[in-house]
Nanobody, 123 residues
Framework: VQLQASGGGLVQAGGSLRLSCAAS????????TGWFRQAPGKERIFVAA??????VYADSVRGRFTISRDNDKNTVYLQMNSLKPDDTAVYYC???????????????????WGQGTLVTVSS
């Protein structure tokens, strides 16, 4: 599975952005797919994930971010609303291995990673 993240950019606080994660490879629609982010000087942390019809969010983004997928386009999206300066980070999409249906917030449990897209939120 190869993942390509896009959609990052510069936005003012309170604004919105939509990130896309386009995937190639078979069986992508069945894979748990998610987003992580890494702020400068900090660890890469879990943001959101989708498994089938179920979604999981970090507490810091719940109610502001929405993850969704379009299986026809082999793409997962992260709609980010009410952005804050603390949301500034490089955002990475990731996918778990085949046959896994459980979301895991630990980055070490994810097998495939995209290249990252930078989101900068100005105050």
């Amino acid at each position: 599975v190869q993942l390509q993240a896009s959609g990052g950019g510069l936005v003012q606080a309170g604004g919105s952005l939509r990130l896309s994660c386009a995937a190639s490879g078979r069986s992508f629609s069945n894979r748990v797919t998610g987003w992580f982010r890494q702020a400068p000087g900090k660890e890469r942390i879990f943001v959101a994930a989708i498994s089938g019809d179920s979604t999981v969010y970090a507490d810091s983004v719940r109610g502001r971010f929405t993850i969704s997928r379009d299986n026809d386009k082999n793409t997962v999206y992260l709609q980010m609303n009410s952005l804050k300066p603390d949301d500034t980070a490089v955002y990475y999409c990731a996918a778990r291995g085949a046959g896994i249906t459980v979301v895991n917030r630990s980055k070490s449990q994810w097998s495939f990673w995209g290249q990252g897209t930078l989101v900068t939120v100005s105050s």
